[in-house]
């Protein structure tokens, strides 16, 4: 029998739960730093996953509940992966066992809440890399301006950054800049591009600028 939804439709999480799409796209930066998250259990976890036909209905099946414990959604890719065919053939849950400091798990999931663990698992990095950006931005050693740190804490959470020609890359990404950390290439070629203007600028501050000429990618 042929679904009654398509699967875009029935796998999405309504727009009004915590931790959807629509929830996150709507956070500041400084919503998502003070976010609290469930718990995720480490990459590995999952020991048992199996496809059901019943539609669940319960909190526990399609709602992140407070001080939950959930699989890891990289360990769950190998499920997401069969949805369309599972789906078409009748399949509207999946059972998964998990483990967790020596605790084992089992819950049934509306394949809604997959969408849930994923967005979670996705956003949990990002809001780590916040909370360790303003720590260093409020820092004494780093003076800002209470507007432009305003402005920053503001800003859309997921929102790439802007002002540059070559170079696009969440705002989240900037926390590369911080310690010892790997260096996006993506932050590297924006530090580049902002010392170009900045040189192309104080070059031509005594002439008549007809043309600016831009990097090339």
Do not use: W
């Not at 931790?19 to 976890?45: C, D, Q």
């Not at 789906?87 to 999931?109: K, P």
């Not at 043309?211 to 990618?217: F, G």
């Amino acid at each position: 029998m042929a679904p009654d939804v398509p699967l875009n439709v029935y796998a999405a999480p309504s727009p009004h739960l915590a931790y959807s799409p629509e929830f996150f796209n709507k956070l500041t930066i400084a919503k998502l730093a003070a976010l609290e998250f469930p718990t995720l259990a480490p990459e590995g976890s999952v020991t048992l996953t199996e496809f059901l036909p019943e539609v669940p209905r319960s909190a526990a099946a399609t709602v992140i509940r407070p001080n939950e414990i959930l699989p890891n959604y990289a360990d769950l890719v190998g499920v997401t992966r069969h949805l369309t065919s599972k789906y078409q053939n009748g399949m509207r849950a999946v059972r998964v066992t998990f483990q967790y400091l020596e605790i084992e798990y089992c819950y049934i999931y509306h394949f809604s809440k997959l969408n849930l663990i994923r967005c979670i698992t996705n956003n949990a990095g990002p809001s780590q890399k916040y909370r360790h950006l303003l720590g260093h931005l409020m820092s004494p050693q780093f003076s800002l301006g209470e507007e432009v740190l305003q402005t920053f804490s503001n800003a859309s959470a997921l929102a790439p950054i802007s002002g540059f020609f070559n170079t696009s890359f969440r705002l989240y990404d900037l926390h590369s800049l911080l310690s010892e950390n790997y260096l996006e290439e993506d932050v590297l070629n924006a530090l580049l591009e902002l010392s170009y203007f900045r040189q192309f600028c104080q070059q031509t501050t005594t002439k008549k600028i007809n043309s600016l000429i831009l990097p090339t990618s």
